[in-house]
C-alpha cells in the first residue's frame, strides 16, 4: 500500500464535513463544551439543507441561547422571557409562507413561558419548537429550573431538590404530547455522534411537518450544563446520560398529524 | 484492499479546548495539545494522523464548528 502524506488527504476533492454557511464566522459566546453549538449547527445544516435559508425565521428566547441571532445567519426576531411561542405564532399567521421556529431553554419554555407553549402547541400553530432541557437556569448562575431532577444541587437548592418542599420536575414533552394540536413531539440529545444525526433527522422532519401544515412540531434536546453543573464536558455528558436519561427517556412521543376539526365538532351537534 | 484515510484541521484559535472530540474518537486519533491557544484553552490536535478514517464523529459533536473533515480512498 502506498503510503500518503496528509497534505494530499487535505484537499478539496477530499473534503466530507465542514461548518455550513448558514452559520456565522462569529464566535459563540457559550462555555466550552454547551450543547447549544451543536444544536445551532443542526439547525442551520437542515436550513441549508432544505435552501430555506431566506425564508426562515427565528424566534430566540431569553436565556443562553438570546444572541441566537449572532450565530446563524437568518432573520430572527427576540421575544420577551418565555413569550417566543406567542412571537411565533403572530409571525407565521402573518407571513405563513415563511418557516418560523422558536429556540427555547428550560427556564424559558418550562417555568415563565409554560402557559405561551401549552397555548401555542394546543392551538397547533404550524411552528418548530426547539425545547433544550439541561434542568438548570444556565445563564444565571445554576439556579433551580421546574425541569431540575429531585435531589440535583443547584444554586438555589444547594442540598438537592426535594419534592416536599419544591415539587416534582417537570416532563415537558410528555405534557405537550397529550395536546392535539401537536403532530410531532420527541425528546432527543447531542451528546454522542449517533445522537447528533437522530437529533438532526427529528429537526428535519419538524421543519418538513411545517411545509405540509400538520401542526406543532416540538423538539426537546436533553442537553448538558457543564458551568452550571461544576463538572467538566466530558463528564457532563457521563453525568447527563447517567441521571438525566432514565428520567427523561429518548424518542419519539408523538409522530402523527394534528387532529382534525371535525372530531371535536360532534359534540356540538347533539 | 481499499482502505480509507481521513484527516482533520481543526482552527486552533477558535477550539474552546472542551475535549468531546477526544472522547467522540473511534480510533484514539485526536488528543487535546500540551500547548494552548490565544484564548488559554487546550486545542484539539491530531496525535495519530495514521489512525483517523475521516469518519466526522468529531465534527458532529463539536460545538463551535472547528473541525474540517476529509476522506481519501487508498489502495
Redesign the interface.
Known sequence: MADIDIKDIIREENLVYKKTDVLTDNVMHYCPGCSHGVVHKLVAEVIEEMGIQEQTIGVSPVGCSVFAYNYIDIDWSEAAHGRAPAVATAIKRLMPEKFVFTYQGDGDLASIGAAEILHACNRGENIVVIFINNAIYGMTGGQMAPTTLVGMPTATSPYGRQIDLHGYPMKMTEIVATLPGTCFVTRQSVEKAAAVRKTKKAIRKAFENQKAGKGTSFIEVVSTCSSGWKVNPVKANEWMTEHMFPFYPLGDKKDCEKDPAEDYEKYMKG | MA?V???I?VDNE?C?????C???CPTNTIAQAKEVNGKG?NYAYMEN?EACI????C??????????????K??
Open positions: 482502505k484515510r481521513g484527516a484541521v477558535l474552546k479546548g472542551c475535549g468531546l477526544v472522547v467522540a484553552y494522523p475521516g469518519c466526522a464523529n465534527a458532529l459533536v463539536c460545538p463551535d464548528s472547528v473541525i474540517t473533515v476529509y476522506k481519501v487508498v489502495s
